[in-house]
C-alpha cells in the first residue's frame, strides 16, 4: 500500500468525539520528542501534516486524518512529559486509556521507542499494562539513523530480548528513521497485510 492522499480530519477531546463514520484506525503513541510526528509525515509523504514541534508535548488532543479516503492514522497525545501538571498528566492518561480500551474501530496500536536509549520504566509499564489489556500492538523503534544500520539492529534485539524477561510471546517490530525514510514500505506493507485479515 502506498499512502496517496492524506488530510487532518478533526481533533477529539475526548472518545465520543471521534468520528462517527465507523472508519478502521491505527493508532500512533510513544513519549514526547520520540519522533512521532515525524514519523508520521513521513508515512504520509506529507510535510507538516502533524505538527512536529520544538515544544514536546504540546499535543494534548486525539488527532485524526484521514487517509486514502479509506482509514484513519490517530496521533495520540505523547505520555511522559514531565513538566505537566499532575492533573493534566491524569486527563490525558483517562483519555488515552478509554481511547485504547474502548475505541472499537481501533485495529492496532503503534508504541514508538527511540531507538538510542534504553528501556525506559515509563514505556515498559506502558507495554505491559498493554499486553495486560489484550491490545494488539507493533513496537516502532524510531531515529535508527542517529546509530546507524548494525547499532540500530543491536539495541532493537537487545530491548526485545529484555521484553522476553517477561513476555512469552513478543510482539512485532520495526526499526525506522524519519530523516532517511527507513522501514517506511516495511510499516505500510504491515498496515496492508493487517487489513486483509
Ligand atoms: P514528537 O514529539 O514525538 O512528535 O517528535 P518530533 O517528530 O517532533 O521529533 C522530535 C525531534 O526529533 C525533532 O527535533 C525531530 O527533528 C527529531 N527527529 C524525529 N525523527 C527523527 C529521525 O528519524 N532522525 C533524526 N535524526 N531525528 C529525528
Same mark, same amino acid.
Given at each position: 500500500m502506498d499512502i496517496k492522499k492524506s488530510a487532518f480530519s478533526l481533533s477529539a477531546p475526548s472518545i465520543g468525539l471521534c468520528p462517527?463514520? #465507523?472508519?478502521?484506525e491505527y493508532a500512533f503513541i510513544g513519549r514526547s520528542n520520540v519522533g512521532k510526528s515525524s514519523l508520521i509525515n513521513m508515512l504520509c509523504n506529507h510535510k507538516g501534516l502533524a505538527k512536529t514541534s520544538a515544544t514536546p508535548g504540546k499535543t494534548l488532543l486525539i488527532n485524526h486524518f484521514i487517509i486514502n479516503d479509506s482509514w484513519?492514522?490517530?496521533? /495520540? =497525545? &505523547? $505520555? &511522559?512529559?514531565?513538566?505537566? *501538571?499532575?492533573?493534566? +498528566? +491524569?486527563?490525558l492518561q @483517562?483519555? %488515552? *486509556? *478509554? $481511547?485504547? /480500551? @474502548?475505541?472499537? @474501530?481501533?485495529?492496532?496500536?503503534?508504541?514508538?521507542?527511540? %531507538?538510542?536509549? !534504553?528501556? @525506559?520504566k515509563i514505556?515498559? !509499564?506502558?507495554?505491559?499494562?498493554? &499486553? !495486560? *489489556?489484550?491490545? =494488539?500492538?507493533?513496537?516502532?523503534?524510531?531515529?535508527?539513523?542517529?546509530?546507524?544500520?548494525?547499532?540500530?539492529? +543491536? #539495541?532493537? !534485539?537487545?530491548?526485545m530480548k529484555q521484553l522476553a524477561d517477561t513476555w512469552e510471546e513478543l510482539p512485532p517490530y520495526f526499526v525506522t528513521s524519519s530523516e532517511k525514510r527507513i522501514g517506511r514500505e516495511e510499516l505500510l506493507n504491515y498496515i496492508d497485510e493487517i487489513n486483509k485479515k
Open positions: 462517527t463514520d #465507523n472508519k478502521i484513519y492514522l490517530v496521533d /495520540l =497525545p &505523547g $505520555y &511522559g512529559f514531565a513538566k505537566r *501538571s499532575k492533573t493534566v +498528566q +491524569q486527563k @483517562q483519555m %488515552i *486509556s *478509554s $481511547y485504547i /480500551l @474502548q475505541r472499537e @474501530q481501533l485495529v492496532n496500536l503503534f508504541v514508538l521507542i527511540d %531507538i538510542r536509549h !534504553e528501556q @525506559q514505556d515498559r !509499564e506502558f507495554i505491559d499494562w498493554l &499486553g !495486560e *489489556s489484550g491490545v =494488539p500492538f507493533t513496537i516502532v523503534f524510531t531515529k535508527a539513523d542517529k546509530l546507524g544500520v548494525v547499532k540500530s539492529r +543491536q #539495541n532493537a !534485539e537487545k530491548w
